[in-house]
């Protein structure tokens, strides 16, 4: 394992006050070999300012002029990464201390290992305050179980991936709901899911959280169903469950956000995009 480097992929905007600990829980890992790779949205805030204060060499910083969004972060984030495995960390969130280390164990088991997942924690203001532990539960090829969007493989970007030639790793730049999940998507119709049981990432909850924004989400969801037709290779009965997966989510959350005539709207464009 030692000859394994891991690429950590941050994309940030903003997010000055949470970095110095984001970095803490990267630098504390048990797995020493890795890179973070933090590109920098263009902030407005201290951002550059906490940045500099980082003296280590596995740390490379790369600073935007313009802030072009997540999904185009994430992609300089890949352009760039020399890992043999890459995961991502958003600007607020933090890794376990075995959060590299229970993934790679997990690969170690089975060559045809693709995609680790792990257990996912979610709090406020500090990990003290957990509010929710989310747990996956599904092993084997997961392209079917992330279409049906049947939660046993999906929590949001907490996948750990091993690189393989031939395949493109890029996320579709402008999608800012939802990207993960078309990501995950685009690369994962071959190769194997796992996950472990130990604890891989504490979910920072806020309002600016993407999911708070449940009309954004439906949107992400209905630019998603569009986007499934242009894959390659996708089966259409596996578009329709999509489709109707989404759709029921998207009406369920913005009537239960008391918006009903959104609800209706964004279930049918959903079904018919």
Same mark, same amino acid.
């Given at each position: 394992?030692?000859?394994?480097?891991?690429?950590?992929?941050?994309?940030?905007?903003?997010?000055?006050?949470?970095?110095e600990?984001?970095?803490?829980?990267?630098?504390?890992?048990s797995?020493?070999?890795?890179?973070?790779?933090?590109?920098?949205?263009?902030s407005?805030?201290?951002?550059?300012?906490?940045?500099?204060?980082?003296?280590?060499?596995?740390?490379?910083?790369?600073?935007?002029?313009?802030?072009?969004?997540?999904?185009?972060?994430?992609?300089?984030?890949?352009?760039?990464?020399?890992?043999?495995?890459?995961?991502?960390?958003?600007?607020?969130?933090?890794?376990?201390?075995?959060?590299?280390?229970?993934?790679?164990?997990?690969f170690?088991?089975?060559?045809?290992?693709?995609?680790?997942?792990?257990?996912?924690?979610?709090?406020?203001?500090t990990?003290?305050?957990?509010?929710?532990?989310?747990?996956?539960?599904?092993?084997?090829?997961?392209?079917?179980?992330?279409?049906?969007?049947?939660?046993?493989?999906?929590?949001?970007?907490?996948?750990?991936?091993?690189?393989?030639?031939?395949?493109?790793?890029?996320?579709?730049?402008?999608?800012?709901?939802?990207?993960?999940?078309?990501?995950?998507?685009?690369?994962?119709?071959?190769?194997?899911?796992?996950?472990?049981?130990?604890?891989? /990432? =504490?979910?920072? &909850?806020h @309002?600016a959280?993407?999911?708070?924004?449940?009309? !954004?989400?439906?949107?992400?969801?209905?630019? $998603?169903?569009?986007?499934?037709?242009?894959?390659?290779?996708?089966?259409?009965?596996?578009?329709? /469950? =999509?489709?109707? &997966?989404? @759709?029921?989510?998207?009406?369920?959350?913005?009537? !239960?956000?008391?918006?009903?005539?959104?609800? $209706?709207?964004?279930?049918?464009?959903?079904?018919?995009?």
């Open positions: 394992m030692s000859t394994m480097k891991v690429s950590i992929i941050t994309a940030t905007h903003n997010n000055a006050q949470y970095l600990e984001v970095y803490k829980s990267v630098n504390s890992q797995y020493e070999d890795w890179e973070w790779i933090v590109v920098d949205n263009s407005t805030d201290y951002t550059q300012q906490v940045l500099s204060t980082v003296v280590d060499t596995r740390v490379k910083v790369i600073t935007l002029s313009e802030n072009l969004g997540v999904s185009a972060g994430r992609n300089k984030g890949l352009e760039a990464m020399q890992g043999d495995y890459f995961c991502f960390l958003d600007g607020d969130d933090l890794l376990s201390e075995n959060s590299l280390s229970a993934r790679l164990a997990v170690q088991t089975d060559p045809e290992i693709e995609f680790v997942d792990g257990k996912v924690i979610s709090f406020i203001n990990i003290e305050h957990q509010i929710e532990t989310y747990m996956p539960a599904f092993e084997g090829n997961p392209f079917q179980e992330l279409l049906s969007l049947s939660g046993k493989v999906f929590k949001g970007n907490t996948w750990m991936i091993r690189k393989v030639e031939g395949k493109s790793y890029r996320f579709l730049e402008g999608l800012t709901h939802g990207e993960e999940l078309l990501f995950y998507a685009s690369i994962c119709s071959s190769g194997k899911y796992a996950f472990t049981s130990e604890t891989i /990432l =504490y979910y920072r &909850r @309002a959280s993407a999911m708070a924004n449940v009309p !954004k989400l439906a949107n992400g969801y209905y630019e $998603i169903a569009k986007a499934l037709k242009f894959l390659g290779g996708v089966d259409a009965c596996l578009i329709d /469950l =999509y489709k109707s &997966r989404a @759709a029921m989510v998207s009406f369920k959350s913005l009537l !239960k956000d008391l918006k009903p005539f959104l609800a $209706i709207k964004m279930a049918l464009k959903i079904k018919w995009a």
